[in-house]
């Protein structure tokens, strides 16, 4: 598939992200806003009690970092309005179910729109036993 293609198709989706504080987490959301500002939105879930939480270590562990800088150096003082617009942090937990996302009317919005899942959240408990994650 053609690169030209791939934007293309990314225009106008919404996309779910598991993992989004990881390694390639962080690269796959810069990427996308820069290279696809039209994306409709992206939904990060984040391990976090509330929204603020998850708002918050969004702010601190992802759009804060310097991976960003080019696109807040190209958005200048629109930066925080387009993250505003396009990334909406989501307090949840992929082990627990329904994502650990308590708020109904959200999951029930975010399953209506979410065209798109990267999955990938990763425990880092090494020792972590398997039956927690359906082993």
Known sequence: MEFGSV???LRGKTILV????????KIFVEKILRVQPDVKKLYLLLRASNSCSA???MRNEI???DLFKVLR????DDFDSFISEKVMAV??????ENLGIRDVYLRKAMLEE???VLHSAASTKFD????????
């Open 128 to 135: 972590e036993s398997l039956r927690v994650w359906g082993g």
């Open 91 to 96: 307090a949840g937990d992929v082990s627990s």
């Open 114 to 116: 979410i065209d798109i």
């Open 7 to 9: 934007k293309h198709f």
């Open 55 to 57: 708002t918050e270590r």
């Open 63 to 65: 759009i804060g970092k």
């Open 18 to 25: 598991t993992g989004a504080t990881g390694f390639l987490g």
């Open 73 to 76: 150096d190209k958005l200048g």
